[in-house]
Structure formats: C-alpha cells, structure tokens
C-alpha cells in the first residue's frame, strides 16, 4: 500500500527534543520509514513532554513519533558506530540536530558517512548553523525568536516581548529541514549525489519576518510589536462582540473593505478620504478601528461572522483548543486526526498531515513507539541481518 510521495524512503533520525524530531515527522507524514535512535537509558526527552498526563504518559510523544520505528544505539562506541554506518548504506537521509561537530567527534562527519553511500544526504538542525562564529553555541527556540528579531514583533508596545506558548522556531526549523530534505532528494534523481541540508533555529525565524529587513534597510523602520494589530494594515484586528469574546475582521484589501462597508451598513466609508484606499486607512486605523467596534460590539459573534462571511468579508473566531477540536472543516479536511497510543491501549487526537496530495497523500501509520527500543529486532535483525546472538551480546555491553 503506497503510504505517501516518499514510499521507499529511508530516514534515520538521531537527536532529541524538537527540531529534529519534527522534521523526522514531516517526513514520515509523507510516507518515509523513519527509524528514530535514542541512546540504550537515555531516552529522548519529548516522551516525558506534554502538559496533560495519563497513567504517567504525556502527549508530545505522541505527535512527534507518529510513523517511526525506535531503535536504542550507542554512537559513542565503536560498535554502535559500526552498526550506524551499516544503516546509512542502506538508507537516503540522515537527520540530526546535535550541536555542530558532535558527529565528527564521533566518526561520523560527512565525508565518513558519504564514503558508505554517496546519494546519503545528511540534514543538519542547529542553533546558528554549521559555520560562521556562533556555529560552535547550542541553541534553543526561544534563543532563536529572540536573536532573529522575530520576539521583538511580539506583544504590545511598551510592554516586555513575551514568548509565545510554543517553541516556534524548532518548528520553523524543522519545516525548512524537511523542505531541504526533498529538495534534495529531487537532486539525487538527477546527480546522483547526496549532500547536506544545514537548516538553523536562527535563519528559519528570520526567514518568516515578511519585508522587516529591506524596510529597514531602505527606510530605517524597525518594526515593533503592535499588539492585536499590524501598522499601517486596516483592517486586521479582533473586535470584541455581544457577548464579550473576540472575533478576527480582516478587510485591509480595497475590494474586500468595500464589501465590509456594505455590509455594517455604511457604504459610504468606502469612498470617505480617510479610508478609501490602503494607504488612508493605515494612517487613520485607530479611527477606523473604533467604527468596526462599535458595530462588532452590538452583535453575536455567529452573527458577525455569518454576515460578513456572506458579504465575502474575511472574519472568524478565536478558537481555543476546546473549540479547534470540534471544528468541522478541520475534521472535513482530516486535520484533528485519531492516533493509537499502544502506551494507553486508545486512540488519541493528534494534527493531521500538512499540505493534503491528491494522488499520493501523507498518512498517519501510528503513534510510535510505546518504549525505546521497541523496533530493534526488526531493524537490526531484519534490516541489517544481525542475529539474536549478536544482540544480545551488543545489549550487554550497552551498545544496543
């Protein structure tokens, strides 16, 4: 059964926590077998991760390990390294986030693992990047927001650039690493040649920060944080509704802010100096902004939305998790998809696969593995022929 585009795809993931893993996941999502390596008593740390708990299990595992087999290997011996090797021959990316140079400390550079297979293509996940003078400093997201600019946006003005409640740049990284991955990928086809994949947490937040640079650069701008709003973009903001929660309206475009006049009523905003194009209306958006509240403030927030939706204004709710779940063109488009958890013998609901393929969709196989390990007799004995003797000869010496 063909299980996405990368059916046929080996992937070795090595690393822990989120950057990494996440990428393995995309991966994965996309149809590549992808044998996760943890080290024999030291787990990855994302197993004990997640703010609900269940029977002593939480739930990050459940995300990041879908559709991976877990292998236990010691990279610090010899014999683990011999066995790492045995699987890059066999396989086409290499996926880690360790600190720069910690797999030449081990042997395992990447001209040592090319020398085994020439098409492997190694993706590399770190703070700053494998060259350049902080190539050498660990990395962690919010580090990474912070130094690229990207949580100096976030916030209100005045106030202290708060985090967000996400590790957003591992996850920015290891989008970009999975992008690089098939990219690639699609080179070797015509190369045959593997390469590596350097994706940085600092270079990922930076490369979503819009025009902030050539404004700066041109015209000195050092965009700031602007609270529910962006400066100068009318109207985008949340309006507060009948019943006290919040709803988005976003008609900043011309033809779409038209629209929203007829629809509150008042059609001849649409034509009045102060708002008549995008420029007017960034300049005079506080003014604007009360208007829009005044008539949000007077109604439910499904009668906003319904009108505005009807009159082909851009408008919704804001959602909390409670509600995200429930959404119906979420659960349409497979988006809150069930995973089982062998580790709590049910299925739990978990992100479906991103972007949907039409021919040969990604798919969600299963929720990982329920203890590290768990797939080394199918790997090591199945995938590189070792045998039950060998095994358990590598597990007493804590190779495996």
Sequence with gaps: MTTGPLDGIRVIEVGTLISGPFAGRLL?????????????????????????????????????????????????EPAGRDIFLDLVERSDIIVENFRPGTLEKWGLGYDTLRARNKGIILVRVSGYGQTGPEAHKAGYASVAEAASGLRHMNGFPGGPPPRLALSLGDSLAGMFAAQGAMAALYRRTVTGEGQIVDAALTESCLAVQESTIPDYDVGGVVRGPSGTRLEGIAPSNIYRSADGSWVVIAANQDTVFRRLCAAMGRPELATDDRFANHVARGRNQDELDKIIGDWACERSPDDIISTLSEAGVISGPINTVAEVVKDPQLRARGMIAEHFDERIGRNVLGPGVVPVLTESPGTIRNAGSARPGQHNDEVYQGLLGRTEAELAALEERGVI
């Excluded at 994965?28 to 943890?38: L, N, P, T």
């Excluded at 939480?58 to 236990?72: D, E, I, Q």
């Design 28 to 76: 994965g999502d996309m149809g590549a077998e992808v044998i996760k390596i943890e080290p024999p008593g030291a787990p990855d740390p994302l197993r004990t991760w997640g703010q609900a708990e269940l029977d002593g299990h939480h739930f990050f595992w459940t995300v990041h390990a879908r559709n991976k087999k877990a292998v236990t290997l010691n990279l610090r």
